[in-house]
Nanobody, 125 residues
Framework: QVQLVESGGGLVQPGGSLRLSCVAS????????MGWFRQAPGKERELVAS???????YYADSVKGRFTISRDNAKNTVNLQMNSLKPEDTAVYSC???????????????????WGQGTQVTVSS
């Protein structure tokens, strides 16, 4: 069973930045795709950004140019740098772990099998 622990959420003003981090359990982290999802009240869960085990990335149109996903395989960590935050970015952000090793897909929630409990990000003045 994979365990994921997120950190870094909080309250930030519009235009500000936050950096989320997620640490995963296990010793084969580098073989899995990783992602960040968010869910705002009353809305469906949305894949925000993901990274293929090879290093390729995917971003939702709503965050392109503002968010950057990165990973440190030596530390079993995936990060999400969020810049130019907007009120509509307010949501609970959850880290996600790929379902299988060396998975092909990484841009759909069916490609992921484990989620962390999430961290709240609130963008407000």
């Amino acid at each position: 069973q994979v365990q994921l622990v997120e950190s870094g959420g909080g309250l930030v003003q519009p235009g500000g930045s936050l950096r989320l981090s997620c640490v995963a359990s296990g010793d084969t982290f580098s073989k899995y795709n990783m992602g960040w999802f968010r869910q705002a009240p009353g809305k469906e869960r949305e894949l925000v950004a993901s990274m293929h085990w090879s290093g390729s990335t995917y971003y939702a149109d709503s965050v392109k140019g503002r968010f950057t996903i990165s990973r440190d395989n030596a530390k079993n960590t995936v990060n999400l740098q969020m810049n130019s935050l907007k009120p509509e970015d307010t949501a609970v952000y959850s880290c996600a772990h790929g379902l299988i090793t060396y998975g092909l897909g990484y841009d759909d929630d069916t490609d992921f099998g484990y989620w962390g409990q999430g961290t709240q990000v609130t963008v407000s003045s």
